[in-house]
């Protein structure tokens, strides 16, 4: 099991900037990827950004540019800096955490997410 606890969000100026951030507890070892989805008021949840085993940064067209990803493996943090912010980005958003469990010819994969935290953007 792996629980995520997510701090930050609330509400901004269209242009502001705000940071969010997740810390990860319990089986944190198993954890193979970090990151961000967004769902807003009647839209399917959406990837907005994430950091991979390869700690490569992936990366939503609408918040490229805009938005960065850092994943700390040692504290088992993941914070997403978000600037230029638009009102398109109000939504309430989602830590997620990806682990893999047991040996690579029997692994069994989980996702946990966050309460979720609300961000605003007003124009």
């Known amino acids: 099991q792996v629980q995520l606890v997510e701090s930050g969000g609330g509400l901004v100026n269209s242009g502001g900037s705000l940071r969010l951030s997740c810390a990860a507890y319990g089986r944190i070892r198993s954890i193979s990827a970090m990151g961000w989805y967004r769902e807003a008021p009647g839209q399917q949840r959406e990837l907005v950004a994430a950091?991979?085993?390869?700690?490569?940064?992936n990366y939503a067209d609408s918040v490229k540019g805009r938005f960065t990803i850092f994943r700390d493996s040692a504290k088992s943090t993941v914070t997403l800096q978000m600037n230029s912010l638009k009102p398109e980005d109000t939504a309430v958003y989602y830590c997620?955490?990806?682990?893999?469990?047991?040996?690579?010819?029997?692994?069994?994969?989980?996702?946990?997410w966050g309460q979720g935290t609300q961000v605003t953007v007003s124009s």
């Open positions: 997620h955490a990806h682990t893999e469990v047991g040996p690579v010819e029997r692994v069994s994969e989980y996702d946990y």
């Open positions: 950091v991979g085993s390869d700690y490569r940064p």
